[in-house]
């Protein structure tokens, strides 16, 4: 896959976690549904690319939405880990649904049942 395809992908991932959170605060469950599903297909494509894919990814953990950050970084934990801690202890000081998200991502890696992006 070609550089720009990958950075579509990432796009396309960024959009989709902004809008789910969107559609959240709107009280729109199926619409954030519909966004969370689209992300997680970003995702999968991004993984059949093996580290290039998750390290094209890993250019969101610097987003300026705390969400697109912290999805990036819960996907990336085994692939990028102190990064993606970082990011998730940062999110996680906080008070919210993303930093009750992030606080969540970090006590499944820590008690080992973290399994979003098996090796």
């Known amino acids: 896959m070609?550089?720009?395809?990958?950075?579509?992908?990432?796009?396309?991932?960024?959009?989709?976690?902004?809008?789910?959170?969107?559609?959240i605060w709107r009280g729109d469950a199926k619409a954030a549904n519909k966004h969370a599903d689209e992300s997680i297909a970003a995702f999968k494509l991004?993984?059949?690319?093996?580290?290039?894919?998750?390290?094209?990814?890993?250019t969101l953990f610097t987003h300026p939405r705390m969400e697109v950050r912290t999805a990036a970084?819960?996907?990336?934990?085994?692939?990028?880990?102190?990064e993606a801690r970082a990011v998730l202890e940062e999110a996680a000081k906080g008070k919210g649904l993303i930093p009750f998200e992030a606080q969540e991502a970090l006590k499944r890696w820590e008690e080992g049942t973290w399994s979003l992006d098996p090796a």
């Open 73 to 82: 970084a819960a996907l990336l934990l085994r692939h990028r880990t102190a």
């Open 2 to 23: 070609k550089p720009e395809d990958l950075q579509k992908l990432v796009a396309k991932f960024e959009q989709h976690a902004a809008a789910q959170t969107d559609a």
């Open 46 to 58: 991004l993984r059949t690319q093996g580290d290039a894919g998750r390290d094209a990814l890993a």
